[in-house]
């Protein structure tokens, strides 16, 4: 009942048309190397600000299915992953395209796309209000124990090194600290500065880190774009649709692993990778992925779009990102005065199941729109960097200076730009950074709520069986790596005397 009204929500022609604009300039970014879903989202986030929430959310969820779509033509056709978690489809894509089998593995890439995406949605659809309820008994106890588990997760699952996503955490922390003090009425910070006494806009970092950040580091390293031409024809479409039936284990399994992926802060591009090695592992012709074989494209992008599709789970019902991409649309949420988080599905029905069934639709008229565009879009990366380049970096100065009509912050986006740029070529993650930015304050308001319940007591995060049993779970997530060493030493001691013939 509540999705058939998010589907009324959605019939409303001007959300048709943030729609279908949203999945358009969504393919186009995810065309272009150097941006991609979170950058894209972020640049183009001040467009919404005159729009209502729900037609809002709607266009900028749209555009991170269109750049999901669209990281997949430049994979496959120009060996270039538009998007990180495309670069698992390159393995297979470009040999195809090589093969004069472009359309082939452009259509086996979307329709997988698709199907990771739909069971996702079907996911969030259902799970989403239970959990919402679920989380409605919450305390301030609880939430900081989400959020800790958060945190920890992002420093004992991730791919990178933990002392570089803690040291990327704990300046976004301080980062989050700066202006005024809510609670107390202090300045934190602020050095004498009138200008940082409001803090650190959230949506000026992301624009900075994220679209200025990438656009160096691509200028940098001189991009130059050499590919395959594709041609999509209904027969090369339904020739294709008619072999993809065979690899539905390998669809089903990828989806499932980018669900879990997405859902813990794991992410799209470990997923993708995982349910690749998976595929390779398991499929009878293992030995001849990375030379074309479909089932070798078919894996990643189901895992990629499923795990894009479910970091919005925890976003919607916890007020938890799961990417960096959720990230920047939790802070959409936050500057639309909507506060994510179980409370949503109970004030903002409207919002929430417009959103859901916006998931739905969008997918669909992602699907249609790739299919029947990729030569236009593929055209676009033959356009010189040199051009396109200059015209991202004034969309970001505009969109930074709209924020608070205030050319300073212009420059404080410049500054943020740079220091993405250093955290690229240092191969620190931006993520741990721009969630601790995002979180960082509700996460201090949630603990100092939490100790002045328990008068300053830490046994409140072991006060009932769920909050110490998020907490005990959140801190063997942060000690993971340590736990798995020793873990892989005990399992290796007794191995070592064997000798390897």
């Known amino acids: 009942m509540n999705l058939m009204h998010g589907f009324g929500v959605l019939a409303d022609p001007m959300n048709i048309v943030y729609m279908f604009v ?60 538009g998007e990180p978690w495309s670069v698992a489809t390159t393995f297979d894509g470009h040999p195809m395209a090589q093969q004069g089998r472009a359309g082939e593995a452009l259509t086996a890439a979307f329709t997988s796309s698709f199907f990771g995406a739909f069971l996702a949605v079907i996911l969030i659809t259902f799970l989403a209000p239970v959990i919402a309820g679920f989380a409605l008994r919450f305390g301030p106890a609880e939430f900081f124990a989400v959020q800790l588990l958060t945190f920890c997760s992002f420093v004992g699952m991730g791919k990178e090194s933990p002392f570089k996503v803690l040291t990327a955490m704990m300046l976004g922390f301080a980062l989050a600290a700066v202006g005024l003090d809510t609670v107390t009425g202090q300045l ?34 001189g991009l130059a774009f050499k590919g395959k031409s594709a041609r999509i024809n209904p027969a090369v479409v339904l020739q294709t ?9 390998t669809a089903l399994r990828g989806s499932i692993v980018g669900c879990w992926m997405g859902i813990t802060p794991g992410g799209a591009t470990p997923a993708s990778f995982m349910s690749y090695g998976l595929a390779k592992r398991f499929s009878r012709n293992g030995a001849k992925f990375g030379t074309g074989e479909i089932e070798g494209v078919v894996a990643p ?72 565009t990729v030569p236009l879009f593929a055209s676009i990366l033959r356009i010189p960097f040199s051009i396109i380049a200059p015209i ?12 608070h009509n205030a050319f300073m912050d212009i420059a404080v986006m410049l500054v943020f730009g740079v220091l993405g740029y250093v955290f690229k070529k240092l191969s ?16 201090e308001s949630s603990f100092r709520q939490a100790m002045l319940l328990s008068q300053g007591d830490l046994a409140i995060f072991w006060s009932n069986p769920l909050v110490g ?11 993971w790596p ?19 013939k």
């Open 392 to 403: 991202i970096i004034v969309i970001c100065a505009v969109g930074a200076y709209t924020v």
């Open 301 to 372: 992008e189901t895992a990629a779009h499923a795990a894009g599709t479910s970091a919005l789970l925890p976003m919607l019902t916890l007020g938890i990102p799961g990417s960096p991409t959720a990230a920047v649309l939790l802070g959409g949420l936050l500057i639309w005065g909507l506060q994510p988080g179980p409370l949503l599905f109970v004030e903002q029905k409207e919002f929430v199941w417009g959103l859901i069934a916006s998931m739905y639709l969008g997918n669909v008229v992602g699907l249609i729109v790739v299919l029947t």
């Open 22 to 81: 949203g999945i358009t300039l969504g393919v186009l970014i995810g065309v272009l190397p150097g941006l991609g879903g979170a950058n894209g989202v972020a640049i183009l986030l001040p467009l919404t600000f005159s729009m209502s929430p729900t037609s809002a959310i709607i266009m900028l969820s749209c555009i991170y299915w269109g750049a999901l779509f669209g990281g997949a033509i430049t994979s496959v056709l120009f060996n270039i992953p």
């Open 188 to 221: 934190r910070m602020t050095f004498g500065t009138v200008e940082l006494l409001r803090g650190f806009d959230f949506l000026i970092a992301v624009i900075g880190l994220f679209g200025i950040g990438e656009i160096l580091l691509t200028m940098e390293e």
């Open 241 to 249: 649709w008619k072999q993809l039936p065979k690899y539905w284990v």
């Open 469 to 479: 049993s998020i907490v005990t779970l959140a801190l063997a997530m942060l000690f």
């Open 428 to 443: 620190y993650p931006l993520a741990p950074l721009v969630l601790a930015l995002v979180l960082g304050d509700m996460a």
């Open 482 to 500: 340590v736990i798995s060493l020793a873990i892989g030493r005990l399992r290796g001691s007794p191995a070592a005397p064997v000798s390897v």
